[in-house]
């Protein structure tokens, strides 16, 4: 018998709960039964410069998450690696077409299941001549067909003083021309963002004018900034747009350099924290995406009727 466990959190307790599908063969069905919740994977992994490494880790995870019934696995920012200076990021990045992608379309179809590959280091245009690449966040079907690519558009150039955060993403990246609609999924309507997108509420509205359910954003945050706004602004995401927040995310140390904070995490449209994979192991968390409670959070609080976005934004430009 197949068991899978999803971590929940109540308050300051945390459950494990172990959750016994009645027979094996429903897992397969699962995505496609219209009375069953469909299942979303939330992975949180260590990525270091070895890509062949990081590649073996992330498969047994989706493979896990697989078995445990999901329909779609979420992989985080930096899912390929995590370089330990500018050259090596540079170096080891390639296109769409390179061996990377080309394994995970592979992973996907021998799977049958859909995958969220977030952050991935994709050379840009004119490579050969400006040594630029995007930080890329790409959805692979379950027939293993890239259907959506969306290109990181903030990017982290950022210095702490005195708290030894100093990352300049700019300094080899290049943002991204902007939104990609939200894609259709078998857990619902996707929304795309990566990492510091996340403190942009402007994005995650626009994407919910655009009719997203789930909103994702893959993430390697520093440890300083994560302990500090992580949980705040995630579940802030998910309580202004009423839609499901997943967040697969790096932790612990990639190398002497640098280490992430962790805590892949799963909101509810009601702002509830309904699966975390904690700040010290890789692992995976499962959770139920139910559409009926997006329906009924929405129902009752119909926020994106009452918004009044117009009003404030010309009474800014009358105002100057
Ligand atoms: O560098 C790579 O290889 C992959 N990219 C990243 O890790 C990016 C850019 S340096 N990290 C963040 O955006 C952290 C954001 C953050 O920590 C916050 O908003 O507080």
Redesign the pocket.
């Known amino acids: 018998m197949l068991a899978f466990s999803v971590i929940f959190r109540t308050q300051a307790r945390r459950l494990r709960l172990h959750i016994l599908p009645r027979t094996s063969s429903l897992i397969g069905e699962r995505c496609r039964m219209s009375s069953m919740n469909p299942l979303a994977a939330v992975c949180q992994v260590t990525s270091t410069p070895d890509k062949e490494a990081n590649f073996a880790a992330c498969k047994r995870l989706v493979e896990q998450a697989k078995k445990r019934g999901a329909c779609m696995v979420f992989l985080p920012?930096?899912f390929d690696y995590?370089?330990s200076s500018r050259d090596e990021?540079l170096e080891l990045s390639e296109s769409m077409e390179g061996d990377t992608i080309s394994r995970y379309t592979q992973l996907a179809r021998k799977l049958e299941v859909w995958l969220s590959l977030g952050?991935f280091?994709e050379r840009g245009e004119k490579w050969e001549s400006d040594r630029r690449i995007y930080?890329s966040h790409i959805i692979i079907n379950a027939q293993g067909h890239v259907v959506s690519v969306y290109r990181k558009g903030h990017l982290?150039d950022v210095e702490l003083t005195g708290k030894g955060v100093s990352?300049k993403?700019s300094a080899f990246t290049i943002p991204g021309p902007g939104l990609t609609p939200p894609v259709q999924t078998p857990i619902g309507k996707v929304g795309l963002g990566v990492?510091?997108d996340?403190?942009f509420p402007e994005l995650s509205l626009a994407l919910r004018r655009q009719e997203a359910e789930i909103l994702t954003y893959p993430?390697?945050?520093?440890v300083t900034?994560?302990a500090a706004?992580w949980e705040v602004l995630l579940r802030a995401r998910a309580i202004e747009t009423q839609c499901f927040v997943l967040a697969a995310a790096q932790v612990g140390s990639h190398h002497a350099k640098r280490a992430s904070y962790g805590h892949a995490l799963a909101v509810d449209p009601w702002g509830v924290v309904i699966g975390d994979c904690g700040g010290v192991e890789t692992g995976v968390a499962l959770v139920e995406i139910d559409m009926q409670k997006l329906r009924d959070t929405r129902r009752d609080m119909p926020v994106q009727q009452h918004r009044r976005e117009a009003t404030f934004y010309s009474s800014l430009d009358s105002t100057g």
Do not use: P, Q, V
């Not at 993430?219 to 520093?222: E, H, I, M, Q």
């Open positions: 920012e930096g995590i370089g990021t952050g280091h930080n982290f990352l993403e990492c510091y996340l403190r993430s390697a945050f520093t900034t994560g706004h």
